[in-house]
């Protein structure tokens, strides 16, 4: 057994833990401690415990407090006898190390890039990296090349300050926003474990934002084009042969890389962050 301290109901408490055998880190392949504790409580403070155990629960949770590490919870079962009065709550806790999963810089290609937000998850194995960043000038060039070569092309990511061993990621869906003169902002998504296939969308995200650049950018162009070719042809500044070649020049092709990157231009980049 250990001596154990962690902040619970409102106070650190000294508890005694039994050592689990370690897990090895999905993120970074450190081997992160497990450790399961035994709590009493009574039975006015049930519900508060309970809350606070269901809100630190891995792998998404908020971390409780130890002594020098924090602790997400893993499996957890409690029990009661039913005579005893005041009744008293037995919790069998198992706790795992939590990492503070944070980059302070993404480098790909040789491109530095600084997030403003991060996040990393693990979704059916894989793990996915979401950042967001600002970038313009050469940076911003560099980045928009990156996206449109590469494709689902593996490259090696660092992610400073989560692991410094390069990672085989690809970009998911990567979404922009225009920002003030050359800047822009991205939502960028990374996806790790090669040969993978892609997770299903959630019903609202399919296709989006990309749906609706399209939507908004083919009625325009389509009204723009029409009332055009109406004007010039009535003009007789167009023959009847040419006002139909360009109608004919109009109809949908096949797109260029630079011609997709357009569709995934947003005006509000937080509503694709989770």
């Not at 693990?122 to 449109?148: A, W």
């Not at 390069?166 to 926003?177: A, I, K, S, T």
Request: some cysteine.
């Amino acid at each position: 057994m250990t001596d154990f301290s962690l902040h619970l109901l409102g106070v650190d408490r000294e508890i005694e833990a039994e050592e689990l055998p370690p897990a090895t880190s999905a993120h970074t392949g450190r081997q992160l401690r497990r450790v399961e504790i035994e709590l009493r409580v009574p039975g006015d403070l049930q519900d508060d415990l309970q809350d606070e155990l269901k809100a630190a629960a891995a792998p998404a949770g908020q971390p409780l407090r130890g002594e020098g590490t924090s602790w997400l919870v893993g499996n957890h079962s409690f029990s009661y006898t039913d005579n005893a009065r005041p009744r008293v709550y037995t919790h069998r806790v198992e706790l795992h190390e939590a990492e503070d999963l944070k980059a302070s810089a993404v480098e790909i290609e040789g491109l530095t890039l600084i997030p403003t937000q991060y996040n990393e998850d693990i979704q059916d194995e894989r793990l996915l990296v979401s950042i967001v960043t600002e970038v313009s000038g050469e940076e911003g060039e560099r980045l928009e090349e990156l996206l449109v070569t590469l494709g689902d092309s593996y490259v090696d990511v660092v992610r400073r300050g989560v692991s410094e061993t390069p990672l085989r990621m690809r970009f998911g869906r990567c979404l922009w926003q225009k920002g003030e003169g050359d800047t822009r902002r991205h939502n960028l998504a990374l996806v790790a474990d090669e040969g993978q296939p892609e997770p299903p969308l959630g019903l609202a995200a399919i296709a989006q934002p990309q749906l609706g650049r399209t939507i908004e950018k083919t009625v325009a162009t389509a009204k723009a084009l029409d009332l055009l070719i109406e004007q010039l042809h009535s003009q007789g500044i167009l023959t009847e042969e040419v006002a139909a070649s360009i109608k004919a020049a109009a109809l949908p092709h096949d797109l260029t890389p630079r011609e997709r990157r357009e569709f995934s231009r947003t005006s509000k980049i937080e509503s694709y962050w989770s």
